[in-house]
């Protein structure tokens, strides 16, 4: 698994407060993850942060699973 | 009760009456203070008179980079901004007919749209922190409106409707946002009154007197408290029962 991939769910887990097996790159923030939509955009401004990027309106709102997020943030760090 | 060891606070407009005694009142139970206005000396005199646990932040209201830059300033200055009093305000009375662009424009700008950007610049650390208190001073006049002023209450209503708001987005994180509404109180702008206009007015008070700045900083150190905690969206009048609302 990439570097990134390995952060983001150490975020996912550490924000969310889920167990780390339930964090798989398909689940989905809000349906699997039991996120609300002001965790998504907290989970945001924590990826920004941790990988020094800036995720625009229109980007964070297709961000809804786990490998959206890495997907995103690969395709900014690439 | 009320003890707010080890918070810090932001107070806007903290060289005004109200203003200043909001920031002794924080201070006096324990607050970090960062004080914002405009009139650098009057800050430094507060400052100085309040001793340790006091940083002074000036900044123009309505210049939107000014704005951005004193949230940074007042987090640098505190570490962390766990209460923001948007209290900072200004009046350009007239009735609508005279009333310019700019009269409405300038009104907006520092007493609804300031708060707006401090509290969107604050409110990520407090979420982080899972602890927050945003309080407006708004004003009776939001509420029951005040010919010559369209624009002062507009923007006091303007707030507590963007209180309300806020407040529901961020319940969940345990930051509440209310507003407290002043009726008629002794500061600067009503020093300027003569007798006769004070006593007519303190006629239309049930309490009989003008309010203190003191009776609102209690306000707000209320808000701002633990204890305060399940209260949010709220506006609390204090006016002397001038109007029930």
Same mark, same amino acid.
């Given at each position: 698994?990439?570097?990134?991939?390995?952060?983001?769910?150490?975020?996912v887990?550490?924000?969310?407060?889920?167990?780390?097996a339930?964090?798989?790159?398909?689940?989905?923030?809000?349906d699997?993850?039991?996120?609300d939509?002001l965790?998504?955009?907290?989970?945001v401004?924590? #990826?920004?942060?941790?990988?020094?990027i800036?995720?625009?309106?229109?980007?964070?709102?297709?961000?809804?699973?786990?490998?959206?997020?890495i997907d #995103?943030?690969?395709?900014?760090s690439? | 009760?009320?003890?707010l060891?080890?918070?810090?606070?932001?107070? @806007?407009g903290?060289?005004?009456?109200?203003?200043?005694?909001?920031?002794?009142?924080?201070?006096?139970r324990?607050?970090t203070?960062a004080?914002?206005?405009?009139? &650098?000396?009057?800050l430094? +005199?507060?400052?100085?008179?309040?001793g340790?646990?006091?940083?002074?932040?000036?900044?123009?209201?309505s210049?939107?980079?000014a704005?951005?830059q *004193?949230?940074?300033?007042?987090?640098a200055?505190?570490?962390? &901004?766990?209460?923001?009093?948007?209290?900072?305000?200004?009046?350009?009375d007239?009735?609508?007919?005279?009333?310019?662009?700019?009269?409405?424009q300038?009104v907006?700008?520092?007493? *609804? @749209?300031?708060?707006?950007?401090? !509290?969107?610049?604050?409110v990520?650390?407090m979420?982080?922190?899972?602890?927050?208190r945003?309080i407006?001073?708004? !004003?009776? &006049?939001?509420?029951?409106?005040?010919?010559g002023?369209v624009?002062?209450?507009?923007?006091?209503?303007?707030?507590?409707g963007?209180?309300?708001?806020?407040?529901?987005? &961020?319940? +969940?994180?345990?930051?509440?946002v209310?507003?407290?509404?002043?009726g008629?109180?002794?500061?600067?702008?009503?020093?300027? *009154? @003569?007798?006769?206009?004070?006593?007519?007015m303190?006629?239309r008070i049930?309490?009989?007197?003008l309010?203190?700045?003191?009776?609102?900083a209690a306000?707000?150190?209320y808000?701002?408290?633990?204890?305060?905690?399940?209260?949010?969206?709220q @506006?609390?009048?204090?006016?002397?029962?001038?109007?029930?609302?």
């Amino acid at each position: 698994m990439s570097d990134i991939a390995e952060r983001v769910k150490k975020i996912v887990v550490e924000h969310l407060g889920v167990e780390e097996a339930k964090v798989t790159e398909t689940a989905s923030f809000i349906d699997d993850l039991g996120a609300d939509s002001l965790d998504t955009v907290e989970l945001v401004m924590a #990826f920004e942060e941790e990988f020094g990027i800036e995720i625009p309106d229109d980007a964070a709102e297709k961000i809804l699973t786990v490998k959206d997020a890495i997907d #995103f943030i690969q395709s900014k760090s690439a | 009760m009320f003890d707010l060891t080890g918070k810090t606070a932001l107070v @806007t407009g903290a060289s005004g009456g109200i203003g200043a005694a909001i920031a002794k009142a924080l201070h006096a139970r324990g607050a970090t203070v960062a004080l914002h206005g405009t009139k &650098v000396a009057a800050l430094e +005199s507060l400052a100085a008179e309040l001793g340790e646990r006091a940083k002074v932040v000036p900044a123009n209201l309505s210049d939107p980079a000014a704005v951005e830059q *004193l949230a940074k300033d007042a987090e640098a200055a505190l570490g962390q &901004v766990d209460i923001l009093v948007n209290n900072a305000g200004l009046t350009k009375d007239t009735l609508i007919l005279r009333m310019k662009d700019e009269d409405w424009q300038t009104v907006l700008d520092v007493n *609804l @749209t300031a708060g707006f950007r401090l !509290s969107r610049a604050l409110v990520k650390g407090m979420m982080k922190r899972r602890w927050g208190r945003i309080i407006g001073i708004t !004003s009776v &006049v939001g509420v029951t409106g005040n010919p010559g002023q369209v624009n002062y209450a507009a923007s006091k209503a303007g707030m507590i409707g963007f209180s309300k708001a806020l407040a529901q987005e &961020v319940a +969940s994180r345990n930051i509440t946002v209310n507003c407290l509404a002043p009726g008629m109180i002794q500061t600067a702008m009503t020093d300027v *009154l @003569t007798d006769a206009q004070k006593e007519a007015m303190s006629g239309r008070i049930p309490a009989g007197r003008l309010g203190t700045p003191g009776d609102i900083a209690a306000g707000v150190v209320y808000l701002a408290s633990e204890e305060a905690g399940y209260v949010t969206g709220q @506006t609390l009048h204090v006016n002397g029962g001038m109007a029930m609302i």
